[in-house]
């Protein structure tokens, strides 16, 4: 299973990135996906997630109405819409797939599959 995220990179306050992750090597009809981040000094969090089948979706509190997770069923990919960014949201992102749905947001264990991070700063 490999997982290739991209789209990060550096934006001022108030701006938007859009963040994508193509996912290859299994079936990914069933499951789930996510974005987590992990900034300097604290621990990874899961900032959003979507069922492949369904696309029921997600959100950590503190991104609801600024983020939105998408994905693209037939190409296996998922995206992560930031807009109104703030400088808290700086962190590298990550991209991970799990093989069960999901009914609540889950912790950053609960994913099977991780891609590598791509970083995204947001300066004041």
């Known amino acids: 299973v490999q997982l290739q995220a991209s789209g990060g990179g550096l934006v001022q306050a108030g701006g938007s990135l859009r963040l994508s992750c193509a996912f290859s090597?299994?079936?990914?009809?069933?499951?789930?996906a996510g974005w987590l981040r992990q900034a300097p000094g604290k621990e990874r969090e899961v900032v959003a997630a979507?069922?492949?089948?369904?696309?029921?979706?997600y959100y950590a509190d503190h991104v609801k109405g600024r983020f939105t997770i998408s994905r693209t069923y037939a190409k296996n990919t998922v995206y992560l819409q930031m807009d109104s960014l703030k400088p808290e949201d700086t962190a590298v992102y990550y991209c991970?797939?799990?093989?069960?749905?999901?009914?609540?947001?889950?912790?950053?264990?609960?994913?099977?599959?991780w891609g590598q991070g791509t970083q995204v700063t947001v300066s004041s």
């Open positions: 991970a797939s799990r093989r069960n749905r999901v009914v609540v947001l889950p912790t950053a264990k609960g994913f099977d599959y």
């Open positions: 090597g299994r079936s990914f009809s069933s499951g789930a």
């Open positions: 979507i069922n492949w089948s369904g696309g029921n979706v």
